[in-house]
C-alpha cells in the first residue's frame, strides 16, 4: 500500500487557522470532531522512525507495527499472556524445539489477498537477514532454515536450541505482504520502499502523515480481525512538551496522553474528565556510556562517575519509581536483590577517578537527551551536578529521537552519556539482558557500543536453557559481570505513566510497551 504524506489541509491553511485562534496542537481533534468521526488522539512526543516492521525499533514504532501489521501471536492481560494473532492455534513440542501455527483463514492483508504461510515464512527469513529491528529476540534461536511452510494454512519452527521466551517474543515479528515487498526490493529488501509505504493486515492503516507533525491511521473498512471498538482511527500527533501534553488532555484536545511526568501525574489527580493510569512495568531508565570511545572507555572513569552520580536526586525526579539494583528490573527472574551496586560515593568516586588520566577532573563530556522530555532534561542536569564534584564539565545537548537513534551507528559518533529508557516486550529477564547487553546490538540505541564476550555467552546460555533454576544461576552471573563494568548508570524503574480522557473505553492495562497503544480494541 502507498500512503501520502500530504494532508488536505495545506500546512499554510493550518497555520492560518492557528493565527486565527485554532491552536495547531488542537487542530486534528477539532477538525475530525467536526467531522463527526471517532478518531482517537494519542499525543506523544516521539516520531516514528519509519514503516519498516523488520528494521524500526522504540515505542513510537511499536504503537505503528501493532495497529497497522499483525503477528502470528499478541499479548494480552496482566501478567501477560500470549493470545491469537494471524495463528489461531499453535502446538509444541515435548522438546520445545519445534512449534506448529495453524494460520486464521480469514486473515487477509490491507490488499485484500490472503495472509499465507508463505507470507509468514517470507517475513521471518527477511528480519533475519537484515538483522535489524527485533530480529535480535530470536537470533540464534530461529533459522531462516528452520521456518517453513507445511500448507497455506500452517507454518513449522525447528529451533536451533529451545527457548523459554519463544510465544512471548512472536508479538514483536510482524508479517508482510511478501509479494507487495517483493514488487518493491529495490537493492535494499525493499527497506526503502518501507520506510513510506506499508505491506500489513493490522486493523489500520496509513491514511496521511507528515513527519514530525502527526501520523493519522485509518481503520480497515473490512479488517479480518475480531470485531473491536469504534473508532475510525487514531491519530499519533507528536507534542513535545510534556506539560502540553498534558494541557491537552484537560482541555480534550488529545485523549491519552503518554509521556507524562510524575509532576503532570500529579497535577491531574482531580482534573475533571480524566483518568490516569500508574502501573508497575519492567521498565528501566539508564545511562548509557561510551565503553568503546573517549575518556569513558576506561572502567576506571565509568567507576568514578558511577560513584559521583546523586542517585537519590535521579529518584526524586522520577517521583514514581524505585531505584535499579543493577541491570535487570525489580521481580524479574533471576533478579538478586542483594546485588552490590553503585551509589553515591564520594570518596570512592575520587579514588576511581585518581587511576585515570584526569585524576583531577579537568575535562568535558558530553550528554544528548530526547528533545521536549522534561524528565531526561532533569536528568542530564542532574549529572552535570553530579560531575561538577569531580572537576568535570557537562555539555548537554537536547535531540530528536531519530537524530539520537543515528548518532548510535558508531563509538566515533555515540556521546559519552546517553539516556535510556527500555520497556519490557515480553516478562523474562532475556528481553532486557539481549537488547541491552549482548554485542550483536551494538549499533543500535539499546546497545551502541558495550561488548563483552562473557557476557555475552551468559546471555546466550541464559536464553537457551528451559530450566529456571539453573536460569537464575546464570543471569546472577549475568548481572555480576555487567555490574563490574559499569557500562551504565543505572537509574531507577519507573512506574507507567498514562493520561487518558474518561470517554476512551475498553482500555486494558498490560505490562509490556504499554505506550505502544493497541487502538482497535478501543471506543470513543
Known amino acids: ?86 495463528a489461531e492455534s499453535w502446538t509444541m513440542s515435548e522438546d520445545g524445539l519445534t512449534y506448529t501455527f495453524k494460520l486464521n483463514p480469514a486473515a487477509k492483508f490491507h490488499s485484500g489477498n490472503p495472509v499465507t504461510a508463505d507470507d509468514v515464512v517470507y517475513s521471518f527469513q527477511r528480519a533475519l537477514e537484515l538483522a535489524k529491528g527485533n530480529s535480535w529476540m530470536i537470533r540464534g534461536i530461529v533459522t531462516p532454515e528452520g521456518v517453513s511452510a507445511v500448507d497455506a494454512g500452517t507454518v513449522e519452527f525447528k529451533l536451533e536450541t529451545p527457548f523459554a521466551a519463544f510465544l512471548q517474543v512472536l508479538p514483536w515479528i510482524f508479517v508482510v505482504e511478501k509479494a507487495a515487498v517483493e514488487a518493491n526490493l529495490g537493492d535494499d529488501q525493499g527497506q ?75 497535577s491531574l489527580k482531580d482534573a475533571p474528565g480524566v483518568v490516569r493510569v500508574i502501573e508497575p512495568e519492567y521498565r528501566t531508565f539508564s545511562i548509557k556510556m561510551n565503553t568503546e570511545k573517549g575518556p569513558l572507555a576506561d572502567v576506571n572513569l565509568r567507576k568514578a562517575i558511577s560513584y559521583a552520580t546523586n542517585y537519590q536526586a535521579i529518584l526524586d525526579a522520577a517521583g514514581y519509581a524505585d531505584l535499579m539494583t543493577g541491570p535487570l528490573p525489580n521481580g524479574i527472574l533471576g533478579f538478586n536483590p542483594d546485588l552490590e551496586v553503585y551509589r553515591t560515593d564520594l570518596d570512592k568516586a575520587k579514588e576511581y577517578l585518581a587511576k585515570t588520566e584526569y585524576p583531577e577532573g579537568g575535562l568535558t563530556l558530553k550528554m544528548v537527551h530526547v528533545s521536549g522530555l522534561e524528565q531526561q532534561r532533569r536528568w542530564a542536569l542532574i549529572m552535570l551536578d553530579s560531575l561538577k564534584k569531580l572537576n568535570i564539565d557537562l555539555e548537554i545537548q537536547p535531540l530528536k529521537w531519530p537524530d539520537m537513534v543515528a548518532a548510535c551507528k558508531s563509538p566515533e559518533t555515540f556521546p559519552d552519556l546517553f539516556p535510556v529508557y527500555q520497556t519490557a516486550n515480553y516478562g523474562d529477564p532475556d528481553n532486557i539482558a539481549f537488547a541491552a547487553y549482548h554485542s550483536s546490538r551494538n549499533g543500535g540505541w539499546q546497545n551502541a557500543v558495550y561488548h563483552n564476550p562473557e557476557v555475552d555467552a551468559l546471555i546466550e546460555a541464559g536464553r537457551a536453557e528451559i530450566d529456571p533454576a539453573k536460569r537464575v544461576e546464570i543471569y546472577g552471573e549475568f548481572q555480576k559481570k555487567v555490574v563490574a563494568d559499569a557500562p551504565d548508570i543505572f537509574g531507577v524503574l519507573e512506574r507507567r505513566k498514562l493520561g487518558m480522557r474518561d470517554n476512551v473505553k475498553g482500555y486494558h492495562f498490560t505490562p509490556v510497551a504499554s505506550n505502544a497503544i493497541e487502538a482497535w480494541p478501543l471506543s470513543l
Open 1 to 86: 500500500m502507498t500512503v501520502s504524506k500530504q494532508f488536505n489541509v495545506s500546512r499554510r491553511g493550518l497555520l492560518a487557522m492557528a493565527g486565527a485562534g485554532l491552536a495547531a496542537a488542537s487542530f486534528p481533534t477539532q477538525l475530525f470532531a467536526q467531522s463527526g468521526s471517532n478518531i482517537l488522539i494519542i499525543a506523544s512526543g516521539q516520531d516514528i522512525p519509519n514503516f519498516d516492521p523488520h528494521t524500526a525499533t522504540g515505542y513510537s514504532a511499536s504503537f505503528f507495527l501493532r495497529n497497522v501489521y499483525d503477528p502470528l501471536v499478541r499479548v494480552s492481560g496482566n501478567p501477560p499472556e500470549p493470545v491469537p494473532g494471524l
Open 192 to 266: 526503502s520502499w518501507l520506510l513510506t509505504n506499508t505491506a500489513g493486515s493490522g486493523p489500520f492503516q496509513v491514511a496521511r502523515f507528515e513527519v514530525g507533525t502527526l501520523y493519522h491511521l485509518a481503520r480497515v473498512a473490512d479488517a479480518w480481525q475480531p470485531a473491536g471498538g469504534n473508532l475510525d482511527g487514531v491519530i499519533w500527533q507528536i507534542v513535545r512538551e510534556t506539560a502540553t501534553q498534558r494541557l491537552m488532555l484537560q482541555r480534550g484536545e488529545a485523549h491519552i496522553a503518554v509521556d507524562l511526568t510524575s509532576e503532570d501525574m500529579d
